[in-house]
């Protein structure tokens, strides 16, 4: 008997390997404020989610729902503009399922992005932070269930998620670039309502710099595939309770289209850094 996770996850990489046969090193997750990376890459090609049978569609604006297959400078990535989130209704093994593809594509390491509430002092609307851990609450996590062994250890380790050595070029490429770039502690919660003050005085007091709904479980999915995991955080909004007017999805795009440039080229920069 087969499983059925896997099942459909070598269903979706045999539809994708009908259409293009590239083979990425690096895949980045386009999260809001990056909806237009696209335009830095020297595209190869380009395949809808709805042209994948069984793939996760997002449902969420400001998420095109496209992989995009190409070069930044020599080095070859897949893009996935626009993510699949847990609160669109979807099993948690969807959700990290374009992770895991990208992995068996051939993605060696995985550059997560997203907008995110700051809840760190020095965090102000338009800020990047530097992913350096993260913390999940009350999203599933996406390794519950029978261990893929093709994929990886049941009981994967977790301490060293946001590898290191590529948090070190990151920074370096932002000093290098005239980037302000903070640092700290990730959450994800599941979403889609923001967060109550009283949850965000519970996610400070336990050492969370930003909050968002997304990233942490598609981290997990990749550590547990052998991937190699960096990922930075747009500060779109403050966090509730912090913020004087009341958060809306709108003012998170705007905030994060505004800091788009700066981000988009930290990420581009970073990656080149990674293979230089």
Same mark, same amino acid.
């Given at each position: #008997? $087969?499983?059925?996770?896997?099942?459909? =996850?070598?269903?979706?990489?045999? +539809?994708?390997?009908? @259409?293009?046969?590239?083979? *990425?090193?690096?895949?980045?997750?386009?999260?809001?404020?990056?909806?237009?990376?696209?335009?830095?890459?020297?595209?190869?090609?380009?395949?809808?989610?709805?042209?994948?049978?069984?793939?996760?569609?997002?449902?969420?604006?400001?998420?095109?729902?496209?992989?995009?297959?190409?070069?930044?400078?020599?080095?070859?990535?897949?893009?996935?503009?626009?993510?699949?989130?847990?609160?669109?209704?979807?099993?948690?093994?969807?959700?990290?399922?374009?992770?895991?593809? #990208? $992995?068996?594509?051939?993605?060696?390491? =995985?550059?997560?992005?997203?907008? +995110?509430?700051?809840? @760190?002092?020095?965090?102000? *609307?338009?800020?990047?932070?530097?992913?350096?851990?993260?913390?999940?609450?009350?999203?599933?996590?996406?390794?519950?269930?029978?261990?893929?062994?093709?994929?990886?250890?049941?009981?994967?380790?977790?301490?060293?998620?946001?590898?290191?050595?590529?948090?070190?070029?990151?920074?370096?490429?932002?000093?290098?670039?005239?980037?302000?770039?903070?640092?700290?502690?990730?959450?994800?919660?599941?979403?889609?309502?923001?967060?109550?003050?009283?949850?965000?005085?519970?996610?400070?007091?336990?050492?969370?710099?930003?909050?968002?709904?997304?990233?942490?479980?598609?981290?997990?999915?990749?550590?547990?595939?052998?991937?190699?995991?960096?990922?930075?955080?747009?500060?779109?909004?403050?966090?509730?309770?912090?913020?004087?007017?009341?958060?809306?999805?709108?003012?998170?795009?705007?905030?994060?289209?505004?800091?788009?440039?700066?981000?988009?080229?930290?990420?581009?920069?970073?990656?080149?850094?990674?293979?230089?």
């Amino acid at each position: #008997m $087969g499983n059925k996770v896997l099942d459909k =996850l070598y269903g979706c990489r045999d +539809a994708v390997r009908s @259409k293009t046969n590239f083979e *990425p090193k690096v895949a980045i997750v386009l999260g809001s404020g990056l909806g237009n990376y696209a335009k830095n890459i020297k595209i190869e090609t380009e395949i809808s989610y709805r042209d994948i049978p069984g793939f996760p569609v997002s449902t969420v604006p400001g998420h095109d729902g496209r992989f995009i297959f190409g070069y930044i400078d020599s080095v070859p990535v897949v893009c996935m503009k626009g993510r699949v989130h847990y609160y669109e209704g979807y099993d948690i093994t969807d959700v990290v399922l374009p992770i895991r593809l #990208m $992995g068996l594509l051939g993605a060696k390491i =995985l550059f997560l992005s997203n907008a +995110a509430g700051g809840i @760190k002092h020095t965090l102000k *609307p338009g800020s990047l932070m530097l992913i350096t851990d993260q913390i999940s609450c009350f999203a599933p996590n996406p390794l519950i269930g029978p261990n893929i062994d093709e994929l990886g250890v049941r009981f994967p380790d977790m301490s060293d998620v946001y590898k290191k050595d590529l948090q070190k070029i990151i920074k370096k490429t932002a000093v290098q670039n005239d980037i302000e770039l903070d640092e700290g502690v990730y959450c994800q919660l599941t979403g889609p309502s923001f967060e109550s003050p009283a949850e965000i005085r519970m996610l400070r007091s336990m050492g969370v710099d930003a909050v968002g709904m997304s990233t942490v479980v598609e981290a997990i999915a990749a550590n547990h595939m052998g991937m190699k995991v960096c990922g930075i955080s747009c500060i779109s909004n403050l966090a509730s309770g912090i913020s004087p007017v009341p958060l809306c999805h709108e003012e998170v795009q705007e905030a994060a289209d505004k800091a788009a440039p700066m981000f988009e080229k930290l990420v581009s920069e970073s990656v080149k850094n990674f293979f230089a």
